[in-house]
């Protein structure tokens, strides 16, 4: 098979041969059909006239012997009867009729035949060969009396109709090998064209994109979907260098001063006084603790992704969380000189993970308290929505996040604080992301009321859940 060119080689070249020889298998059925459909139907008209026209001469033997026969042959061969007759007597001598002699190949008396004869054309004045069919009676005394009927016409016609229809099933069958091996090789050209993208791409090349023709075709949906997943997978690469490099500079401080402190006890050794090993152990779990929290963070969103806790979803209110959240962060927003407030419906219910949904919008609310200025509001607010969704939404006046960069900030480890001065490792929205996928929840981030003394945009980033309605058993049901 591998001798074969690229394209017959293809599923839809031999496709293509099946349909056309399919098609051409059709054909050929039809031929028999319309053979049986014509040829059967003339053969049987024949023989029904045939049978009368015996059936008519042996009433006349019957009553008037093998005269009233020959007169009957006399005058119907006369006349402008349809039907041909050769009556002889016995030896074969020619009696009457229209025909001058028998056949040469006549069949057995009794049985209808199909035979050949000659006639005179007088438009072409040249005798022609016809087609006939005919029954021999024999009658006694060794009479015989051949009676038919021409079947040139018929014949004829059931010939040209099948012969149409060989040449039509000849030309479906040239016309599907020519079609199948054009289609087949633009089919194949197109799928070397991605085969080579794919190559690309493995050899190291992500800017590879399948070519498309835009005729919205299979293929062209092909192609296209794979220079999204291309595109993904590009995106997600460099995330993933972008990540490498965050993590490296964020953990690149903590195990360094780790490092000295340990060093510094090494070189002091005994010298060194209780409170001032304590105070360096502090400072060194401290700087453990955030490596530890870095790496639990990261984990967590991985989780979170691959979708593993969602069987600890439950139909909740969040109105108690949210009560909790507010009188945990409302000290915290006056110890910085930020105005907080709660708006908190009761009664809503949806279905999620509360201490995942705890963990996201701490993490908002933190980022909200931590680039406020002093002066400004942060406000938390849960609430139906007109079109039956339950949002939670933290809303502040501080600087807000450029439009651009709004779906960057989403990402692990993305800080808009390219120089870091501010703590933190960059994972906390990237967390709030993946909780907001795992519930199945629309995640909005827009401009907030903004402060018209600072002239901030504010920030305005909310989860719209599905409600969900309780039932006695406690389960839930999205509505």
Same mark, same amino acid.
């Given at each position: 098979?591998?001798?074969?060119?690229?394209?017959?080689?293809?599923?839809?070249?031999?496709?293509?041969?099946?349909?056309?020889?399919?098609?051409?298998?059709?054909?050929?059925?039809?031929?028999?059909? +319309?053979?049986?459909?014509?040829?059967? +139907?003339?053969?049987?008209?024949?023989?029904?006239?045939?049978?009368?026209?015996?059936?008519?001469?042996?009433?006349?033997?019957?009553?008037?012997?093998?005269?009233?026969?020959?007169?009957?042959?006399?005058?119907?061969?006369?006349?402008?009867?349809?039907?041909?007759?050769?009556?002889?007597?016995?030896?074969?001598?020619?009696?009457?009729?229209?025909?001058?002699?028998?056949?040469? $190949?006549?069949?057995?008396?009794?049985?209808?035949?199909?035979?050949?004869?000659?006639?005179?054309?007088?438009?072409?004045?040249?005798?022609?060969?016809?087609?006939?069919?005919?029954?021999?009676?024999?009658?006694?005394?060794?009479?015989?009396?051949?009676?038919?009927?021409?079947?040139?016409?018929?014949?004829?016609?059931?010939?040209?109709?099948?012969?149409?229809?060989?040449? *039509?099933?000849?030309?479906?069958?040239?016309?599907?090998?020519?079609?199948?091996?054009?289609?087949?090789?633009?089919?194949?050209?197109?799928?070397?064209?991605?085969?080579?993208?794919?190559?690309?791409?493995?050899? %190291?090349?992500?800017?590879?994109?399948?070519?498309?023709?835009?005729?919205?075709?299979?293929?062209?949906?092909?192609?296209?979907?794979?220079?999204?997943?291309?595109?993904?997978?590009?995106?997600?690469?460099?995330?993933?260098?972008?990540? %490498?490099?965050?993590?490296? &500079?964020?953990?690149?401080?903590?195990?360094?001063?780790?490092?000295?402190?340990?060093?510094?006890?090494?070189?002091?050794?005994?010298?060194?006084?209780?409170?001032?090993?304590?105070?360096?152990?502090?400072?060194?779990?401290?700087?453990?603790?955030?490596?530890?929290?870095?790496?639990?963070?990261?984990?967590?969103?991985?989780?979170?992704? $691959?979708?593993?806790?969602?069987?600890?979803?439950?139909?909740?209110?969040?109105?108690?969380?949210?009560?909790?959240?507010?009188?945990?962060?409302?000290?915290?927003?006056?110890?910085?000189?930020?105005?907080?407030?709660?708006?908190?419906?009761?009664?809503? &219910?949806?279905?999620?993970?509360?201490?995942?949904?705890?963990?996201?919008?701490?993490?908002?609310?933190?980022?909200?308290?931590?680039?406020?200025?002093?002066?400004? $509001?942060?406000?938390?607010?849960?609430?139906?929505?007109?079109?039956?969704?339950?949002?939670?939404?933290?809303?502040?006046?501080?600087?807000?996040?450029?439009?651009?960069?709004?779906?960057?900030?989403?990402?692990?480890?993305?800080?808009?604080?390219?120089?870091?001065?501010?703590?933190?490792? %960059?994972?906390?929205?990237?967390?709030?992301?993946? +909780?907001?996928?795992?519930?199945?929840?629309?995640?909005?981030?827009?401009?907030?009321?903004?402060?018209?003394?600072?002239?901030?945009?504010?920030? &305005?980033?909310?989860?719209?859940?599905? *409600?969900?309605?309780?039932?006695?058993?406690?389960?839930?049901?999205?509505?």
């Amino acid at each position: 098979m591998n001798h074969l060119p690229a394209f017959m080689r293809t599923t839809t070249f031999r496709f293509t041969i099946l349909a056309a020889s399919l098609f051409a298998l059709s054909a050929f059925a039809l031929l028999a059909f +319309v053979y049986e459909s014509t040829a059967g +139907v003339f053969t049987r008209q024949t023989d029904l006239l045939l049978a009368r026209q015996i059936t008519e001469f042996k009433s006349a033997f019957n009553k008037g012997g093998i005269n009233a026969v020959n007169k009957i042959v006399v005058e119907h061969s006369t006349g402008r009867d349809p039907y041909l007759y050769v009556f002889t007597r016995p030896g074969g001598k020619f009696v009457s009729g229209n025909l001058s002699a028998l056949p040469s $190949a006549m069949p057995k008396p009794g049985a209808n035949r199909r035979f050949t004869y000659k006639v005179y054309n007088p438009e072409t004045q040249a005798r022609e060969t016809h087609r006939a069919r005919g029954t021999l009676i024999r009658f006694p005394g060794d009479y015989m009396l051949l009676v038919a009927r021409d079947t040139e016409e018929e014949s004829a016609l059931v010939d040209r109709i099948s012969r149409s229809v060989w040449i *039509a099933a000849g030309l479906v069958l040239a016309l599907g090998l020519i079609s199948g091996t054009l289609i087949s090789r633009r089919f194949a050209s197109r799928l070397d064209a991605l085969n080579n993208v794919a190559r690309d791409v493995m050899a %190291g090349d992500l800017k590879r994109r399948a070519p498309r023709n835009n005729t919205g075709d299979e293929l062209d949906e092909l192609a296209e979907n794979l220079n999204a997943m291309l595109s993904q997978i590009e995106r997600l690469m460099a995330a993933t260098r972008h990540a %490498g490099d965050s993590i490296a &500079h964020d953990l690149r401080s903590p195990l360094t001063r780790m490092r000295n402190r340990l060093e510094g006890q090494l070189r002091t050794g005994e010298n060194l006084d209780a409170r001032e090993a304590k105070a360096a152990l502090h400072s060194t779990l401290d700087d453990a603790d955030q490596l530890l929290q870095t790496f639990n963070s990261v984990l967590r969103i991985a989780r979170l992704e $691959a979708g593993e806790q969602r069987e600890t979803y439950n139909a909740i209110d969040p109105a108690p969380l949210m009560h909790d959240l507010a009188e945990l962060f409302e000290p915290v927003a006056e110890d910085s000189g930020l105005e907080f407030s709660a708006e908190i419906e009761d009664g809503l &219910h949806i279905r999620a993970d509360q201490g995942l949904l705890a963990q996201a919008f701490s993490n908002v609310l933190d980022n909200a308290l931590k680039y406020t200025p002093k002066g400004g $509001a942060v406000a938390l607010r849960l609430r139906k929505q007109r079109n039956g969704k339950v949002a939670i939404s933290v809303t502040d006046t501080g600087p807000g996040v450029p439009a651009d960069k709004r779906e960057a900030v989403f990402k692990r480890f993305v800080r808009l604080e390219e120089s870091r001065t501010q703590s933190g490792s %960059g994972l906390g929205l990237a967390l709030v992301f993946a +909780v907001a996928k795992a519930h199945g929840a629309e995640l909005i981030i827009d401009d907030g009321a903004g402060d018209h003394a600072t002239g901030n945009p504010g920030l &305005h980033i909310a989860m719209a859940f599905p *409600a969900a309605r309780m039932r006695k058993n406690k389960t839930s049901t999205l509505t």
